[in-house]
């Protein structure tokens, strides 16, 4: 029978469902992973990665073979070095855990936080990761107006008018921009993101927090 709580001594709602997949090379490895999550309240285990909300991975020393897709990924591995974090954080990372660290508590809290968005990393692997971070905005982004979020400034300038209601004339006057330059960045826009319309933009914008 499903999870339930009881609201009010009446109302009756299921406990969100979150799906899990475990991955490691050593089968036996992943075998006590998914021991330790059965039974786990508020979560499914899949075998399919593709269909899950949380990938439990367990890395590899050069943190190879990361599982794809969209789902966040809760990785377990000894403290990688400032390179591989970037392959991961490619491949969703959400929560690292140190494989000293391991429980069931431990792993229930992860799945938690990267079912909710919420990131947890070590301390020193945050610093590393900012230190990156602002490298890569120094050298690769700032001098082509790149921002972190992946939009030029005037791209972010002129979704949040656009957001606000304002057209093409009075975005313009706003930004001092002439009309065809805000169409043109429009334009960019789209093409490069694949979407269909302003109003997509500014859904896209919104839904994905860049503005």
């Not at 039974?39 to 020393?61: K, Q, R, S, T, Y």
């Not at 990372?93 to 919420?118: C, Q």
Request: hydrophobic fraction near 45%; charged fraction near 25%; avoid cysteine.
């Amino acid at each position: 029978m499903p999870n339930v709580t009881r609201l009010d001594g009446a109302a009756r709602t299921r406990r969100p469902v979150v799906r899990v997949a475990v991955r490691a090379d050593d089968p036996l490895t992943r075998a006590g992973l998914i021991g330790e999550l059965q039974g786990g309240p508020g979560i499914e285990l899949l075998d399919d990665a593709e269909d899950a909300d949380v990938v439990v991975a367990v890395a590899g020393p050069d943190l190879d073979s990361l599982p794809g897709g969209r789902a966040r990924l809760v990785l377990i591995a000894d403290r990688p070095r400032p390179a591989h974090l970037w392959p991961a954080i490619e491949h969703g990372l959400a929560v690292l855990v140190p494989r000293g660290e391991v429980t069931t508590a431990r792993l229930l809290r992860a799945i938690a936080d990267a079912h909710h968005g919420r990131g947890d990393l070590p301390a020193d692997q945050l610093g590393s990761l900012l230190r990156g971070l602002t490298r890569l905005h120094a050298e690769t982004l700032a001098p082509r107006d790149l921002t972190l979020s992946g939009l030029s400034r005037r791209e972010t300038d002129v979704l949040r008018l656009l957001a606000d209601g304002l057209d093409t004339a009075e975005i313009a006057t706003r930004l001092t921009y002439s009309e065809r330059t805000v169409k043109n960045i429009v334009h960019g826009l789209l093409t490069r993101l694949g979407l269909r319309n302003r109003t997509h933009a500014v859904a896209y914008a919104l839904r994905h927090e860049l503005i």
